[in-house]
């Protein structure tokens, strides 16, 4: 009682409470959706580790590498908070990756979340700038070249190129000045991005989530068609991702922790030795690769800042009328996004080779379909499937009935299995229960990962039978296709509409 009254009274507390409890999210998110709370948690946890760090790091270039040592060696637990920096910066653009290639397949860009967009694009340049500040400031080798390289592309630009570098380095190479400023900027842009994610967060309930159908569950008007509340359905969901997610992180914190990185850089920085390849973090190769996918040097950096502006423009290209966004309907679009993914895989692939054939010529192709994807496929598919498979609902409340179909018809893995909405909660929480049992019971660290992986085998299994389940209720989504077919196919005749279809349904729902 006294909780709640104190939310009503205060407007922050109220705001607060209206965002993040009594928020209403759609009933069918997937796995998908967890991503993004989980990149908050990245970022918090990098944060946190972040200002431990910094209150041992030395940025002086005859100190810098000893201080990282002496973290590790000599600062209580300095190991684990260095290994949890480290590796979750990797972790962190998994992540974010992960979240936006949903965006990309489930057309999260388009109206009416395109400032969502807009802004975690801005977010992943900041992220991409503040990870390249903070690799330089172990001063291992690889720190060393690479902000040598990667400072003196702003050199190709013409007149001025020169002395900007010097200018961004604060001398005629890259030396303790420069680290000291790289220090400050990567303290600093971390509180820029917690600044932007707000932003992220405001725009995205301004507008309400999207959810795997692509299709609004606020279609007509503001009626939502509908959604739940997301304490506690979706709390409990992300902190099951939290669980997920921690184990596979710490599984490399504990026993990799220098999987994902480079060996030379626990060489000290050295200006008189280059390595023999210079290589970025993993996450930046399909960048390098675009950098590097033309001889042109200034060609080449104009490319890379495209690679990452076509996020901005490609939404602008694509025909706001569709309000079936997603790919979850359109099977070409689909094969064609399977196949930007695996581009993007072959080009970060290939920025961590030399130049030479064939990976220069390789290079070369996966930059043009990585553009062409963007400019010109992308939206022309949207058109081609909306209008050709009948995607197109016209606004009409008479097709209230069809859209609470589609968003009813694929429920989240346990409302498919069969479950009311209460039940699967219940069920989650169940799951909880045990995960906090063994924790705190269970005697030996052998005995916990096991009931971890037994506790997510379980998971797994339930996961297994409930798209068995989401296939067959997959008819409930044809027939209402069928009849959306039926009344609107605005270019096809209806026969070929009807076949496409069919033989879309030929394949599985994924
Ligand atoms: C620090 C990095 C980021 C954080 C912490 C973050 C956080 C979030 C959160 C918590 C959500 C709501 C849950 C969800 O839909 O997963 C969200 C949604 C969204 N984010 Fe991000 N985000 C980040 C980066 C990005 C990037 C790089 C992009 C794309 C370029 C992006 C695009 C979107 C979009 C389009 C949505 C709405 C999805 C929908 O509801 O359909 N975000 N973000």
């Known amino acids: 009682m006294l909780f709640t009254r104190l939310i009503k009274q205060h407007s922050i507390l109220t705001t607060l409470y209206k965002e993040s409890i009594s928020y209403l999210s759609p009933t069918n998110l997937n796995g998908w959706w967890n991503f993004g709370s989980l990149a908050l948690l990245c970022l918090v946890v990098q944060v946190a580790t972040g200002i431990f760090l910094t209150m041992h790091y ?54 009416p979340r395109q400032e969502v967009w807009n802004i975690g694009v801005v977010i992943l340049l900041i992220m991409i700038l503040t990870a390249f500040l903070g690799y330089v400031l172990p001063w291992g080798q690889m720190s060393f070249w690479a902000a040598t390289v990667i400072t003196s592309l702003v050199s190709t630009v013409p007149v001025v190129g020169v002395d900007i570098v010097y200018w961004l380095w604060g001398g005629f190479s890259v030396s303790t000045v420069t680290l000291n400023r790289f220090l400050s900027l990567h303290y600093l842009l971390p509180f820029v991005l917690i600044f932007l994610v707000l932003l992220h967060l405001v725009f995205l309930h301004e507008a309400g989530s999207g959810n795997p159908l692509g299709i609004d569950n606020k279609f007509f008007g503001n009626q939502y068609v509908d959604a739940q509340r997301f304490h506690p359905f979706y709390t409990i969901k992300d902190l099951h991702g939290v669980l997920l997610y921690s184990i596979f992180f710490l599984f490399f914190v504990c026993f990799a922790p220098n999987f994902f990185g480079h060996p030379d850089n626990y060489i000290p920085a050295n200006p008189d030795q280059t390595p023999a390849h210079i290589v ?71 920025g961590g080779k030399s130049i030479e054939y064939p990976y220069t010529e ?115 989504f044809e027939f209402c296709m069928y009849s959306i077919i039926k009344k609107h196919t605005l270019l096809l005749p209806k026969w070929l509409a009807k076949l496409i279809w069919k033989v879309y349904f030929f394949f599985p729902i994924p």
């Open 280 to 350: 970025p973090e993993w996450y930046f190769l399909p960048f390098y690769a675009i950098l590097r996918s033309v001889p042109n040097k200034l060609l080449g950096v104009i490319l890379l800042l495209l690679a990452i502006i076509v996020l901005l423009v490609f939404p602008i290209l694509v025909n706001k009328t569709i309000n079936v966004r997603s790919n979850t309907f359109k099977p070409l679009s689909q094969f064609v996004f399977w196949l930007f993914v695996v581009n993007c895989l072959v080009l970060g692939w290939v």
């Open 58 to 111: 030395i940025p002086h270039e005859s100190m810098a590498f000893g201080s990282v040592e002496h973290i590790m060696r000599d600062v209580n637990s300095g190991w684990l908070i260095r290994y949890v920096h480290a590796n979750g910066a990797s972790f962190f653009f998994m992540v974010v990756y992960f979240h936006l290639f949903r965006g990309l397949y489930f057309g999260s860009y388009t109206y």
């Open 362 to 476: 390789i290079g070369f192709l996966s930059t043009v379909f990585y553009f062409g994807y963007f400019i010109i496929i992308l939206p022309f598919l949207h058109v081609l499937e909306t209008y050709g498979l009948g995607l197109y609902l016209p606004k009409s409340p008479k097709n209230s009935l069809f859209v609470r179909r589609y968003v009813r018809s694929s429920g989240s893995l346990l409302t498919a299995l069969g479950l009311k909405r209460s039940q699967a909660y219940a069920v989650h929480m169940s799951f909880f229960r045990i995960y906090y049992w063994y924790i705190r019971f269970w005697p030996s660290t052998f005995g916990r990962v096991f009931m971890i992986l037994l506790v997510e085998a379980i998971g797994f299994c339930l996961t297994g039978y409930a798209i068995k389940r989401r296939m067959h209720r997959s008819q409930t």
